[in-house]
Every structure is written in C-alpha cells, then in structure tokens.
C-alpha cells in the first residue's frame, strides 16, 4: 500500500517549521505502511548549508582505507560527515558530482540515496515517528519536502528499499505502487515528467498562484511514453530543487490528494495527511486527474 | 423539535461515537465535527435520524447505511456509502472512488 507525502512552501514565514509539517503528514501515513521511511528535504541550512555539494549515502562500509581516502578528500574541501541513523550525509566545498565521485571513490558500491545542492535524504527501517524523532526531523527547515512510509510487497525491508530514490541531481522520487512498478535503477534515468517537451495545452485546474511559486503547468501528455515506464498502478510524485510534480496512471486506483493554499502546495495518498496544514480548511483540494501532469516550480 | 447532539471528533474517539450513533431507538439529529480524513465515520447507521458531518472524512463514510440521511459537508474518500441498504447520503463535494459500491443480493444470499 505505502503512502507518500510532499509539501512545498510558498511563504519563507513557513520554511522554519517544514520539518515539523513534514514529520506530521508522513507520520499521519503510517498506517499505509510502517516497514521504512524516508524523506527528501530540499534548504535546511544545517544538513545542507547553501553553496555546499551534497550527498546522501546509504550502507557506508568502509575499511581503513576507505575512511583514509574519504578523510583525504574531505580535509581539502572543508567536508563535514554527519550520520543520521542509516544514512550518511557529506557535504564539501565542492559541486555535487565532484563529491559523489569522490565518494564512490572512497566507498565502492555504497548506495546513493540522492545528491545535490541544498538536497538531503534520509531513510531507515521502522516506523516513521521512531525515524523522524532521531533524525530531529521536527527542527529541520526548509522549502520543500517529500516522503514516503513503505509496506514492502515485494522486496527486502532495508534502508534502500524505502523511497525516495534519487534519479538526477537534486531529485527525489516518491511512488506508491504495486508490482510491477519500480523505480528506475538507473542513475541516468530522467521522468519524462520532466520533459517539457511532452506537453500538450495546459489545462484550468482549481488553485491559487503566488510570487514565488507558480504553477508550472498542467498538462495531458500527447502520448503514454511521459508515463513512467511501467504497466502497473501507481501515484508518483518527482521533486527536484526547484519544482515538483504529481502524475497517475491511467486507472488512477492510487489514492492521491493535492491542496493548494496562497502559502504552500502540498500532496498526500490520502487527505488526513494534509489536516493539520496551516490554513488548510481554505485550501483548494483535489483529486489529481489520472494521466494528468500537475507541476510547480519556484 | 428534535434536539442536536454533537461530537466532536478532535476530542472524542470515532468508536465512541460510533457507538453512540448505534444506540437503541436511536432519535435526533447528530452533527459530526473535525473529521480530519478520518475513515468509517458513521458507518452501519441503522435509524431514522439526520447526521451531518462537517468536514472531510476519509474512507468508507456512511457506510452500511440503513434508514439514516447522512449529509459529509466535505469531500469523501474512497468507498463512501457502500453497501447501502437505505436512506440517503448526500455528499457535498468530492466523492473519490466506489462512491454507492454495492454487492447485488443474490439467492444464494436468503
């Protein structure tokens, strides 16, 4: 089953509170399934201090000269290590890629869960209130967040196994779905939900626009290939450091619901995750359409 | 004139009131405040009484209804008024999927 959560804040007055939104909705989801979590929060300045490289690395097993040549690469670039629970956080002075080189360099077949600017990801085994209470999630800050709490149907209850998963710099992709609907493994692999260059006429949808944040588009993709290439069911939602967006399936049997306020935009599987938003009993709610794009961007 | 009774679900456990709407000889009328998306609220109603729910609720509202005139002044999730047998529910906004899904009574049934 799984649900999935995103937020994305319009008003800065909102950014300090974006972790304690965030917690509250995915931690609202957890009866979907409680396996593992994980979340994608894009600004907050102490994880991920602006101007800095960021990766988010799971299963970091390194012998000693691993944990050497990652020292090495780290005392030239001002890097800093955190952990938090299962993941591994390097910020550096340098660009993202250049730091996950380095990193893979370092860690052979360490697992990447996202990189980019102001991008971190977190995920672990366990419940979501366990999880977010010691990443201190609450206290995190930022524009923009997704997350996901999983009920494994068809692999192994890792760390790895949760979502987000990364597939582009400063990406993270959410999906509730069922088999056989995965996310792509390939680091490579863009969603076509991106591609601007799939879109049809944009349509009227129920909302509201502000400075700052505007509606990217909504849009009917002329042909199936904008869907992710999968036959199975799923509700998908993509962020990178700028936008997101919400897509379904033809059948659209994955719950979805998207409300928008003059302050954020947020989704979840199901609207008692979006109850205890600011200003929500003024929202603009609804169901996205299915095989509709609904997109935003700052 | 029929008194109102109302719940509110910020404070009270669905169950409760749930329960409560279950009351024998059951008479009123019921106002259901902060849903929140909460699922199954007032399901297997089986009286002659009005019952609106201020708010959005999640799935499988007012199902099993019999008899009740349930009104969700919010939109529903999936399932809502399944397995109707009687009565009305009227929802004001959205109303998701399955909306009225009934199994058909069939001989084999009686």
Excluded at chain 1, 157 to 179: I, L
Excluded at chain 1, 188 to 202: E, F, H, L, M, Q
Excluded at chain 1, 268 to 291: C, D, H, N, Q, T
Excluded at chain 2, 63 to 80: E, H, L, W, Y
């Amino acid at each position: 089953m799984c649900g999935i959560v995103g937020l994305h804040l319009r008003t800065p007055e909102l950014y300090p509170r974006l972790g304690e939104l965030l917690a509250g909705m995915l931690c609202e989801m957890s009866n979907r399934g409680s396996d593992s979590a994980g979340v994608a929060l894009y600004g907050d300045p102490t994880w991920t201090p602006p101007g800095r490289g960021c990766v988010s690395l799971l299963e970091v097993d390194g012998d000693d000269e691993s944990n050497q040549r990652c020292s090495r690469f780290r005392a030239g670039r001002q890097g800093i290590a955190t952990t938090l629970g299962a993941t591994r956080l390097l910020t550096a002075d340098a660009d993202s890629e250049t730091l996950l080189t380095a990193a893979r360099a370092a860690y052979p077949g360490v697992l990447v869960a996202g990189f980019g600017a102001d991008l971190a990801v977190l995920k672990g085994v366990g419940d979501p209130a366990t999880l977010t209470r010691s990443w201190g999630l609450d206290t995190a800050q930022g524009w923009q967040g997704v997350g996901h709490t999983r009920m494994a149907t068809e692999s192994a209850v890792t760390p790895s196994g949760a979502h987000p998963y990364a597939v582009d710099p400063n990406s993270a992709w959410c999906t509730t779905a069922r088999s056989p609907t995965t996310p792509p493994s390939d680091a490579n692999y863009k969603p076509p939900v991106c591609d601007s260059t799939a879109r049809t006429t944009p349509r009227s949808v129920p909302g509201s626009s502000r400075a700052g944040w505007q509606r990217a588009a909504t849009w009917r993709p002329r042909s199936r290939n904008c869907a992710p290439p999968s036959d199975g069911f799923y509700t998908l939602l993509v962020s990178n450091r700028d936008s997101f967006a919400v897509v379904r399936d033809a059948i659209a049997c994955k719950p979805a619901v998207i409300a928008e306020t003059d302050d954020w935009v947020a989704m979840g599987s199901e609207y008692r995750a979006l109850s205890g938003l600011p200003g929500v009993e003024k929202a603009a709610i609804w169901e996205p359409e299915p095989e509709v794009v609904y997109a935003w961007t700052r | 004139m029929d008194t109102v009774t109302r719940f509110d679900l910020a404070k009270v456990p669905l169950r409760e009131v749930n329960t409560a709407l279950h009351a024998p000889h059951l008479t009123g009328e019921f106002v259901i405040e902060n849903p929140a998306g909460t699922h199954n609220v007032a399901v297997g109603m089986n009286a002659d009484v009005k019952v609106t729910v201020d708010g959005h609720v999640g799935y499988y509202a007012a199902g099993m209804n019999q008899r009740a005139s349930i009104t969700i002044d919010g939109n529903a999730g999936t399932g809502v008024a399944e397995n109707m047998m009687s009565g009305t529910v009227w929802v004001k906004g959205n109303a998701s999927q399955s909306a009225g899904a009934h199994r058909p009574r069939r001989a084999a049934d009686d």
